[in-house]
């Protein structure tokens, strides 16, 4: 437009918008008169920005339209859309001022088809975890390194592969077994049910894996039926699934002991990698000889100051000797006194028994008569006159007649 007509007819001037009022106007009508729609469509050219918001385009076979999805809203989804997704939303139309593009504000996202399931899904979610299924303190915790693995999957899945190589590569010290059923039909739920009741039946292996690979939400839904997840509680084995993509969300994985997002996660949460353990057990032999040298460390410095505590290490031995000495010394001396104590004893007691010695009184003069038989005569009245007796003297002895007797009364002498 020339600039010139507004300055030449300042009336006509009043009567022009600006981009900005024109789109505004624009976009302020579209919400009117259109508000919020359902529309279906595919996915196409998905950008997840920094802020958090989805920037998408919503296309079928003859048209598209753009669409925003802003993070408090998408972050409500239980599921992560890709290109090519069929959906169903509630959004409403709108117009990006600053751009003048026409788009969706989206306001709800569903897979399309699934809203017959997904609120299926919702009421029994709800009903178990009010019963207290779901219940956090009712999980087990799966163990550190498991000696034997349990792998519940059909023999055809594309996840048994994943589990197997991501098992292979990890932990190939862990012995795996699998019991194959149906992860997809009619009675799959069923027999996923009875295969977590074998398997724990069996008791063979430390720990379960449930997994399947992605899918939609019908392909899936044996994993959304009531008596798998009733199966997941009363195991006594623990069991971690991984079902899907990591968008996907089945009522198995509120039921088991730990969700993984995919099977190749839950190959990855049951097994340490083999490297790790050993790093692990590395660190930890490090961190004990650390701690013996410390342990030892700290005895060797309080021997140290036990050491300094003692003047010396032979001042108490030396005390000991010295003390073993005198004593020596004091019994010495005291078994000389005891030695010269019975000495002296013993001459009294010979001094004593001399005044007894035979001989010695045969000194003083006196004399032992026998009689023939040999028996000592101490009485007259055992003597006739021409008897012969012998006398033992002093010095010699002599045989003797007896002339004559008298006794005391008669006149005998005391000597």
């Known amino acids: 437009m020339d600039p010139d007509v507004n300055r030449a007819d300042p009336d006509l001037a009043r009567v022009f918008l600006t981009v900005s009022q024109l789109n505004r106007a624009v976009s302020g009508t579209l919400q009117r008169e259109f508000g919020v729609q359902r529309v279906r469509g595919e996915i196409a050219s998905l950008t997840r920005a920094a802020s958090g918001h989805w920037y998408f385009a919503l296309k079928d076979a003859q048209a598209q339209v753009r669409c925003v999805m802003f993070r408090g809203r998408n972050a409500l989804l239980d599921f992560a859309p890709r290109d090519g997704d069929e959906v169903e ?34 009421r029994l979610r709800q009903r178990l975890e009010a019963e207290g299924l779901f219940d956090p303190a009712r ?17 055809q899945a594309a996840a048994l592969r994943d589990v197997l190589t991501t098992l292979r590569r990890r932990a190939p010290y862990v012995e795996i077994i699998v019991y194959p059923v149906p992860v997809q039909g009619a009675d799959a739920g ?16 430390d720990v379960l ?29 623990p069991v971690i699934v991984g079902v899907g993509h990591e968008s996907d969300f089945t009522i198995a994985d509120f039921a ?12 990855e949460l049951v097994a340490p990698e ?48 010295e003390r073993i000495a005198e004593l020596a010394r004091r019994l010495r001396a005291a078994n000389g006194r005891t030695l010269q104590e019975r000495r002296t004893a013993v001459a009294r007691s010979l001094q004593a028994l001399s005044h007894f010695d035979v001989q010695s009184v045969l000194d003083r003069g ?50």
């Open 89 to 122: 939303m509630m959004a409403s139309v709108s117009l990006y001022e600053a751009r003048g593009d026409y788009q969706l504000i989206v306001e709800s996202l569903r897979r399309q088809g699934a809203g017959r399931l997904w609120e299926e899904f919702q």
């Open 139 to 155: 999980k087990r915790e799966p163990p550190g390194v498991p000696r034997r693995i349990g792998v519940i999957t059909s023999l």
């Open 190 to 205: 069923a027999r996923i049910a009875a295969m977590l009741r074998q398997a724990n039946l069996r008791a063979e292996v």
């Open 209 to 237: 894996l449930l997994v399947r690979g992605g899918g939609s939400i019908e392909d899936l839904w044996a994993f959304n039926e009531e008596v798998v997840a009733r199966a997941l509680r009363a195991s006594a084995l």
């Open 256 to 267: 088991a002991d730990v969700r993984a997002a995919t099977p190749t996660a839950a190959a």
């Open 274 to 321: 083999r490297q790790g353990l050993l790093r692990e057990t590395n660190t930890r032999l490090r961190a004990l000889a650390r701690a013996s040298a410390r342990a030892m460390g700290e005895r060797a410095q309080r021997l140290d100051y036990a050491l300094r505590a003692l003047a010396s290490p032979r001042a108490p031995v030396r005390g000991l000797e």
């Open 366 to 415: 006196f004399a032992i008569v026998r009689n023939a038989e040999g028996h000592i005569l101490s009485d007259v009245a055992g003597m006739r006159t021409g008897v012969l007796v012998h006398a033992r003297l002093a010095r010699g002895s002599a045989d003797l007649r007896v002339e004559g007797t008298r006794d005391r009364s008669e006149g005998s002498e005391d000597l």
